[in-house]
């Protein structure tokens, strides 16, 4: 039987992860969790000194992020993780200096913990185990929104949680059999690129044999950060096999479907054994 070998495009530090702190941020207040209401919402002690307008009980909502609400599937194993992660540990409270609490009167909050790997951001971390979505409002105001689209990337490349409905991978031929099934969805498309070039849309490799255009977007600009080091797709990859990971976006015809690459490690160059790429 051939043997697909993956190639990674590019090797980052932590690539099975998400990246740790050296310790939490200035200012953050030490804790403790008294009860774990859900995925992202907790009861806490502050051992340190609160500031003015917070007490030494709070109710907290982690930011950044939503988990699934109780009854919805994977809603405990959200609690679960959170609670796992935190029990027993010092926490530490990392308050939002835009908005202090919501609706709810919750504090909108940060929780740091401190691993055998590190500091964690907490709110990363369930992103990361494919236990929570994103929920952020203004990506300029949130700190850590990078970390927390890579944790996503991640979590759905390893199909984890939330973002395992579809978990093998589609031929084009499969996608475009039935579009309307994967669209919103997130999936891995294996396809020979036709051509690659830059046009409205962004830097694309274009699927050979695509009906409606199928084609993966490369978007660096969003985090550069994560890029550096890596090598963008050139023209040298036409006629090559590649494998792309994301939701498909598929938002008019004219468009067409794609999937748009913010990570390196949604994108991988497939080779079969004994070629040379």
């Known amino acids: 039987m051939r043997r697909l070998l993956l190639c990674v495009i590019v090797a980052l530090v932590s690539l099975g992860g998400v990246s740790c702190a050296a310790q939490p941020p200035e200012g953050a207040i030490p804790a403790r969790i008294l009860r774990w209401h859900d995925g992202d919402t907790a009861q806490v002690r502050l051992t340190g000194d609160p500031p003015a307008g917070v007490g030494n009980y709070e109710a907290v909502r982690l930011l950044g992020i939503d988990t699934p609400e109780v009854g919805e599937p994977f809603a405990d194993d959200a609690t679960r993780f959170f609670r796992s992660l935190t029990m027993g540990k010092d926490v530490y409270v990392e308050l939002n200096p835009v908005e202090l609490r919501d609706?709810?009167?919750?504090?909108?909050?940060?929780?740091?913990?401190?691993?055998?790997?590190?500091?964690?951001?907490?709110s990363e971390e369930l992103v990361r185990a494919g236990l929570a979505r994103i929920l952020v409002y203004y990506p300029e105001h949130e700190p850590y929104y990078c970390r927390l689209l890579r944790a996503r990337a991640l979590a759905q490349v390893d199909r984890l949680g939330l973002w395992g409905t579809f978990a093998e991978p589609l031929t084009v031929g499969e996608?475009?059999?039935s579009p309307v099934r994967y669209v919103a969805e997130v999936i891995t498309v294996t396809f020979r690129v036709s051509r690659v070039g830059e046009d409205k849309w962004g830097l694309s490799l274009w699927a050979d044999?695509?009906?409606?255009?199928?084609?993966?977007?490369?978007?660096?600009?969003?985090?550069?950060?994560?890029?550096?080091?890596?090598?963008?797709?050139?023209?040298?990859?036409?006629?090559?096999?590649v494998a792309v990971t994301g939701e498909l976006l598929w938002d008019s015809f004219g468009g067409g479907p794609r999937i748009e690459v913010r990570?390196?490690?949604?994108?991988?160059?497939?080779?079969?054994?004994?070629?040379?790429?």
């Open 103 to 122: 609706r709810h009167r919750r504090l909108l909050v940060h929780l740091w913990v401190e691993t055998e790997e590190g500091w964690v951001l907490v």
């Open 175 to 177: 996608l475009e059999a």
């Open 209 to 241: 044999g695509s009906r409606y255009g199928f084609r993966a977007i490369i978007d660096p600009t969003a985090c550069p950060a994560f890029w550096e080091g890596a090598s963008l797709p050139t023209g040298d990859w036409v006629g090559a096999t």
């Open 263 to 277: 990570f390196p490690d949604q994108l991988a160059l497939t080779a079969e054994e004994g070629d040379e790429r």
